[in-house]
């Protein structure tokens, strides 16, 4: 699943957040022990199961209840399917399972604040993993919240880095691309995998030459924005390099140890004069994936590619798209891009793609979406005032309509 930053969002955070100074190195942490239970802070609770299209929707447990939140003001959305899905506010997690229309307060409890400071990622109804930095140790401190049950209950756990792309590949084994800090084109990270969910973490790379036992396979030069893991050995890192021609994209098969470039794109003769940026790469089974890259210029151009044999090899769709914006890709034939104004729709991997002119005229106001698939989708609006409305279509980005407020 996606992360709640946008591509631009996340450069704009490390380059304002970050500094690579200190030399102390933590590698291990120990789980601090505590459950933490979603206490109600408003009267109403969530009805029992039974009152619940439980065919269609995994509904929260009985035993532990979760309060409505009229409202709630979502500045970052992540759709699981049609009914499920999280929201993130300046100061609450948020969940539904009815498409959006009621949604319940499932934020950890000692939470004060979330919004556009923690990094996330949602597995699916149940599992999900928030980042918070600690700030009296940053980089190399942090606060992970992990719940297993859609936010009734929450672990805490101690990491040793502060902020980074968090990705699991199921309940217990992930990785985080952790940021140790950026100046001057150059960024310096950590990789960490945990296969308990979380609970304790093992450095296996970093380039920061100020730790010991940095290595030189990912360079320094480059921003680092996405990290996507295929298993707990094969694994890519994307972002962009301020020079033309340059797709910086690497790949690890051994766990993180060492990486290597990927040189076997075939890209356009017009690449070789912008700049290129990895946008998203994101793998919908272990052999079927999806990799986006912004070609920029004296325009801005999409270009999309495929794989069926879990990256070795990349095929360009047939088409481009003649914009950039924001973008979400709900299975390997579908690509939904929204820019100016316009979506523009495959469903058959980019052999051709419908472009929409909604019924509600966004324009710039557009600052997150979320596809469960080419027809069922949710967008938010922000207003020059930081008013934001949140609607959803059902018809393929065609016709909109607010569910909030």
Known sequence: MKKNLSFLFLLSLLIISCTPTATTESIQTEESAQVLLASPTAEEALASPQALNTTESTALPSEASAPLIDAPDIINIE????RNGWGITEEEVVRTDDGGVTWYNVTPPDLTETGYSVF????DENNAWLQIADNNNYPFGGFLYRTQD???TWQNFETPFSAGDIEFIDE???WILADLGVGAGSMAVSVFQTNNGGATWNRVYTNDPNLEGAGDSLPLGGIKVLLVPLDMQTAWIGGVVYANGNVYLFRTDDGGETWETIANIELPQEAQESQIGVEKLQFISQTQGVLVLRMSSTSQET???STD???NTWQAFDESIPEAGLLEIPSANEVVLYSSDQFYITE???????IINPNISFGDSLTDMSFANAQVGWVITTSSTNQRVLYKTEDGAQ???PIIP
Not at 79 to 82: G, L, Q, R, S
Not at 120 to 123: A, E, I, V
Not at 348 to 354: C, L, M, S
Request: aromatic share 20%; net charge negative.
């Open 309 to 311: 044999d879990g990256g």
């Open 120 to 123: 996330t990622f949602f597995l």
């Open 172 to 174: 217990d084994n992930g």
């Open 348 to 354: 058959d991997a980019g052999a051709t793609f419908n």
């Open 303 to 305: 270009l999309i590619f």
């Open 150 to 152: 859609g936010g009734l």
């Open 79 to 82: 759709m699981i399917d049609e």
């Open 399 to 401: 016709t909109w309509f």
